[in-house]
T-cell receptor, first 109, second 117 residues
Framework: RKEVEQDPGPFNVPEGATVAFNCTYS??????FFWYRQDCRKEPKLLMS???SGNEDGRFTAQLNRASQYISLLIRDSKLSDSATYLC??????????FGTGTRLQVFP | GAVVSQHPSRVICKSGTSVKIECRSL??????MFWYRQFPKKSLMLMAT?????????EQGVEKDKFLINHASLTLSTLTVTSAHPEDSSFYIC?????????????FGPGTRLTVL
């Protein structure tokens, strides 16, 4: 079983839609959690950190449920420019980041 | 955010040759850098952790004699793929770690696409 699991998608949604991605992690010792965005043939870029209290950044909301070892990302009012692969990433408290395989989002007009 | 560069961005080489990839932190000093490999439609897989002035720590299954890592200064780490073969063709990405207010954030380089013929 992979340490970080995501539905690979693709999620095809129209502009303006709300879309949610889920992620589960297997190592209960994981301490930090992130969502990264990766465009095709580019490096990943940090989208946001994820906290147990939940956090919001504009149209993006991230949630962490430690008891269920579950992380989510909600994107409201989808834009064409949101089309990318969204990577769920955990850190076990060392410097190492463990990446999920990513969920691909395609927003269409 | 901090800037990390990689060079070259793309390389095509013949089987059996060695290829060196450079990773530089441009505006900060990074005691730790990381090397990842990503195959098409797959996740980033950590290959090794590179610490300035000491030997790299390799992940299980990564051959240290094939993927030579040198972290000679606080702003430069290099990855050399020795005797490259077609199965080594991949997207290689480095990152550099910088301690921010409460955690170490990794800043990624733009990646190097290696194609071995």
């Amino acid at each position: 079983r992979k340490e970080v699991e995501q539905d690979p998608g693709p999620f095809n949604v129209p502009e303006g839609a709300t879309v949610a991605f889920n992620c589960t992690y297997s190592n209960s010792a994981s301490q930090s959690f992130f969502w990264y965005r990766q465009d095709c043939r580019k490096e990943p870029k940090l989208l946001m950190s994820v906290y147990s209290s939940g956090n919001e950044d504009g149209r993006f909301t991230a949630q962490l449920n430690r008891a269920s070892q579950y992380i989510s990302l909600l994107i409201r009012d989808s834009k064409l420019s949101d089309s990318a692969t969204y990577l769920c990433v955990v850190n076990r408290g060392t410097d190492k980041l463990i990446f999920g395989t990513g969920t691909r989002l395609q927003v269409f007009p | 955010g901090a800037v990390v560069s990689q060079h070259p961005s793309r390389v095509i080489c013949k089987s059996g040759t060695s290829v060196k990839i450079e990773c530089r932190s441009l505006d900060f000093q990074a005691t730790t850098m990381f090397w990842y490999r990503q195959f098409p439609k797959k996740s980033l897989m950590l290959m090794a952790t590179s610490n300035e002035g000491s030997k790299a720590t390799y992940e299980q299954g990564v051959e240290k004699d094939k993927f030579l890592i040198n972290h000679a200064s606080l702003t430069l780490s290099t990855l050399t793929v020795t005797s490259a073969h077609p199965e080594d063709s991949s997207f290689y990405i480095c990152s550099a770690s910088q301690y921010l207010s409460s955690y170490n954030e990794q800043f990624f380089g733009p990646g190097t696409r290696l194609t071995v013929l």
